[in-house]
């Protein structure tokens, strides 16, 4: 696959404390092809916006909070508009490291997947006993839900191609959206590959992670959606 | 007195319904028919506030095969149909309202400092 342009999205909302850092970790070519930055501000009230473009990323801004399944599909579309060959999302809360981005991007340059999954369960050191139980339990329900079972449903940090980013058809605007990009793997047939990364979890990337009743959250909307499937 | 309560609630509450529904409807914010639909739906409730007599006369009408069991389980499946429809109503319009911004922020100026 020849790829000309690789797009590296960031949906972010109040993360001025990390994303600079998490920027400027992102690689500026991998295998020789320029990577674009796009951050899609979910309507923060802090200056995520203005310390993203400092770093040289493009800035989207969302009027309002809308979630993060929205501001992720604003990053799909954002990456279409930009004519990318290949899409990376990543959190804005420094939970991944950006220099794996070459990792997950390499599965995909020869055209043998269409989805990479950054996996944190694969080797879960590093991460609290109580993320990797909730985690595990996001997996199974995400399996009732779209009958696919991955290793971590959950991930943000995900390496597309184009034919898949223009395949998936995506409606969630909150955090069911991972779960939601799992069954449309499954659904629209995709090749993926599960990547074993790195959780780097520190008191602030805990602290805005998904806590529980976001998780109670997610369950009740994967819940409904799976109601009004059958 | 405590009887006369649910009475008085059931008043009350269908005013507020049924005004705000007419104020909608004539600043063109509602149809016709929901302003029809709610106007009907909360004179049968105040109806039966007033005139509980009118569900036994309804039951002893309908015979032995309808009870109030059988109403109130009626009640609580429209309750229900109602709520999804609802919900679904909202979600559209959430999604609705998601695009729109989405198109927004994708048509303003991406700011860079490159």
């Known amino acids: ?230 | 007195m405590f009887w006369l309560l649910p009475k008085i609630l059931a008043v009350f509450l269908a005013v507020i319904v049924i005004s705000r529904s007419y104020i909608d409807f004539r600043a063109r914010v509602e149809s016709l028919q929901l302003f029809v639909f709610w106007t009907i739906t909360w004179t049968v409730i105040v109806v039966l506030a007033l005139f509980p007599a009118v569900i036994d006369f309804t039951i002893s009408y309908f015979g032995r095969g309808v009870g109030v069991g059988t109403l109130l389980g009626m009640g609580v499946v429209l309750l229900f149909f109602l709520v999804y429809r609802i919900y679904t109503k909202l979600e559209r319009v959430d999604q609705m309202l998601t695009k729109t911004i989405r198109e927004m922020a994708l048509r303003e100026p991406w700011n860079t400092t490159k």
């Open chain 1, 1 to 230: 696959m020849e790829s000309k342009n690789i797009v590296v999205a960031v949906p972010a909302f109040n993360e001025a404390t990390t994303i600079g850092q998490v920027l400027r970790g992102i690689p500026p070519r991998i295998d020789g092809i320029p990577v674009t930055t796009v951050v899609v501000d979910d309507g923060s009230t802090d200056t995520t916006a203005e310390v993203a473009a400092g770093c040289g990323a493009y800035v989207i801004r969302h009027l309002t909070n809308l979630g993060v399944g929205a501001a992720t599909q604003t990053c799909f579309r954002a990456a279409q508009m930009l004519d990318a060959d290949i899409v990376v999302t990543i959190d804005a809360d420094g939970q991944h490291d950006p220099a794996e981005i070459e990792r997950l991007v390499d599965c995909l340059i020869d055209g043998r997947f269409d989805v990479v999954i950054g996996s944190r369960l694969l080797d879960p050191q590093g991460m609290p006993l109580l993320r990797v139980l909730a985690n595990l339990l996001l997996n199974a329900v995400t399996f009732v839900v779209y009958g696919k079972i991955v290793s971590d449903s959950q991930s943000g940090f995900k390496a597309f191609s184009r034919s898949a980013v223009d395949c998936m058809e995506l409606r969630s605007a909150g955090y069911e959206i991972c779960s939601e990009i799992v069954g449309e793997i499954y659904r629209k047939k995709l090749s993926y590959k599960s990547l074993p990364v790195k959780a780097v979890y520190t008191t602030y990337s805990y602290a805005k992670g998904q806590h529980f009743l976001n998780g109670i959250h997610l369950i009740l909307g994967l819940f409904i959606r799976w109601v009004r499937r059958v």
